[in-house]
């Protein structure tokens, strides 16, 4: 098999000797099918016995190896060292973000474990269950949806690339959100949707929809649409929050004109707020930027609207 | 080269530049728009979280209207050709939903038939129109300006629902900006989220997010950036003096939309391409020209 050498640039950390962490230079002889995780223990064993790292499986099912590989979270056992040469020239390693290191590649994962408590991340057993001596078994749709949830192998992989989560602290990120829809969707959850109270205060609206999560899931969990399942059930159970009035207000501005008034999604959302922005307001309109008020409505706007009711009427169904 | 033109509701409200910027590229390329006038908005990803069956209806609508002028669909907004996309992508690949879509267009006399492309003009000029044809209608090369390019979400994630680059390591921009005689910036934040979903509900995190890569744009050295997304533009210039306060830096960076930085280069008049609406100043950028 052919090999050649790839250059290695990994963060090193210890607190017990280092002021601050430094990256280190490796050379390594690869093959095509060699792993990030094999190049690792290659330098852990061949070349720095200090170097620190987790691992376990090897096979993509335990979750310890989340790195970040080229600046994105990955499961260092899935993914192969050619392919990260041929995109970017060398390989970067570093800990996964969002969670501080402790020595070199080995982060404190005990804030993402906490947001994963807040969700209550177990089934709530219905009672009115209990006496069955039948198993509960669920259909194969109710499976489909749940099933691809609970394949979360909590490696932390979306927290650490969740931007929203580096700029906010309140946000539980998204493996916490989809392990609660995970619960949502099963029918032997006697909360069910009732999970959605409360998930206000723990950020369900501050998810950007920038689909790290989706793109860096090892196991196609996509926790983005998981969350946007659950802002679809908090915004139909009457959630009062500013998310679900900026929801609102969007609907009734397609429903009204078939196009997005920007001028009243950003009044009805913000409300009394708008007058923080007074300056960047006046500045705006003295550019001639500032949205129309009164869009004109959009040709057969009537088909627009039937699709709105029939949306309604098909949702009860 | 012809196209179903939708070009979304930002750029015919507060970002109209976006739209005049747009018409005068096509029309010095020789690219036909026709607009789609009657589509409706695309949801932003928004209409999908009140009612996600509504998010596909009002989706496949507009793509009906293409399918009946056999032509694909060219957008100037990342946001919506990724909701449009995935809206695609999952009415192509699921039929049940697709049939329950269809259900609610046949009450208003309309079908998906699953024939239409959603396109963004990025893509358009790299793929149908091709750079070397674009490199000969230079005639304004940009040279002596650094371009950071900030590539957002929706033009790269998720690349299940279209993969038109790596969305790791994505490299369209860059091609144009160096093709049009540029130096491409890179820096960290690129490809991350501008902060515009959460705008008008978590609004200092938003002002965070966009800060902290405008400045890391600023300090690369870059003297301008470039979106594919009017909501991007939002965020990173019409709120970038609250987000400069947020991050504690003077930034002071103009960003441009992508059909008006191709414009500077085939040469349309500064003018006609909108910089005065622009809350950052371009007169810097257009010095150097």
Request: proline share 5%; with cysteine; hydrophobic share 40%.
């Amino acid at each position: 098999m052919e090999t050649k050498e790839a250059v290695f640039r990994v963060f090193r950390y210890n607190p017990e000797n280092d002021e601050k962490p430094h990256h280190q230079t490796f050379n390594v002889k690869i093959d095509n099918r060699m792993t990030i995780l094999d190049a690792l223990e290659n330098i852990k064993h061949e070349q720095d016995a200090s170097l620190t790292f987790r691992r376990s499986c090897r096979s993509g099912i335990c979750g310890s190896c989340a790195m970040k590989i080229n600046r994105l979270s990955k499961l260092a056992c899935k993914t192969r060292v050619i392919t990260e040469v041929e995109k970017h020239g060398e390989v970067l390693i570093e800990p996964m973000e969002n969670m501080p290191p402790i020595r070199d590649l080995v982060v404190d994962m005990g804030e993402f474990w906490r947001e994963i408590d807040r969700g209550t991340p177990w089934l709530a057993w219905d009672e009115k269950l209990s006496d069955s001596m039948k198993e509960n078994l669920l259909s194969n749709e109710q499976q489909q949806i749940s099933g691809k949830l609970a394949d979360c192998i909590m490696c932390g992989c979306c927290f650490s690339d969740c931007v929203s989560r580096t700029y906010d602290r309140n946000f539980n990120g998204p493996a916490s959100l989809a392990k609660i829809y995970r619960f949502v969707c099963d029918p032997r959850d006697k909360e069910g949707a009732k999970r959605v109270h409360g998930l206000v205060e723990m950020g369900l609206w501050s998810c950007t929809h920038c689909y790290f999560c989706w793109s860096q899931c090892p196991r196609d969990v996509r926790p983005v649409a998981a969350i946007s399942e659950l802002r679809t059930l908090s915004y139909n159970t009457l959630d009062p929050s500013q998310g679900a009035r900026h929801v609102s207000a969007f609907m009734d501005s397609v429903r009204g004109s078939g196009i997005l008034n920007e001028s009243t999604l950003y009044l009805k959302t913000m409300r009394w707020n708008v007058v923080r922005d007074a300056g960047l307001i006046l500045r705006m309109a003295a550019k001639g930027r500032t949205p129309p008020l009164l869009p004109r409505a959009i040709p057969r706007i009537e088909e627009v609207r039937s699709l709105f009711r029939l949306a309604e009427e098909m949702k009860h169904k | 080269m012809k196209y179903a033109y939708y070009p979304g509701c930002v750029a015919k409200s507060s970002a109209h530049e976006l739209y005049n910027s747009t018409a005068a590229v096509a029309e010095r390329l020789g690219i036909e728009l026709v607009e789609l006038t009657a589509a409706s908005c695309c949801g932003a990803g928004v209409i999908n979280e009140g009612d996600p069956l509504l998010s596909l209806a009002l989706n496949a609508r507009t793509f009906t209207m293409a399918e009946d002028m056999g032509l694909d669909i060219l957008t100037i907004c990342s946001t919506c050709q990724g909701v449009m996309s995935q809206v695609k992508w999952q009415l192509d690949t699921d039929m049940k939903l697709q049939a329950r879509t269809n259900e609610a267009l046949a009450k208003v006399r309309l079908e998906y038939k699953g024939k239409v492309k959603i396109k963004h003009l990025l893509w358009t000029l790299i793929e149908d129109y091709g750079l070397s044809k674009l490199k000969q209608q230079i005639v304004k090369p940009l040279e002596g300006l650094k371009i950071a390019p900030f590539y957002g979400c929706y033009l790269l994630r998720p690349a299940e629902a279209w993969q038109f680059e790596d969305h790791n390591k994505p490299t369209s921009l860059e091609q144009l900006i160096t093709l049009l005689g540029a130096k491409p910036v890179h820096y960290e934040g690129e490809t991350k989220c501008c902060g515009f979903p959460i705008l008008f509900v978590q609004r200092e995190t938003a002002f965070e997010m966009a800060g902290t890569y405008l400045n890391n744009a600023r300090q690369n050295s870059a003297d301008f950036m470039v979106t594919p997304c009017p909501l991007c533009h939002i965020s990173l210039d019409t709120y970038q003096a609250k987000s400069s306060r947020k991050v504690k830096a003077s930034i002071d960076l103009p960003v441009m939309h992508l059909p008006q930085m191709i414009g500077l280069a085939l040469g349309i008049k500064p003018e006609k391409l909108g910089f005065s609406k622009h809350m950052i100043s371009m007169e810097k950028v257009l010095r150097v020209l």
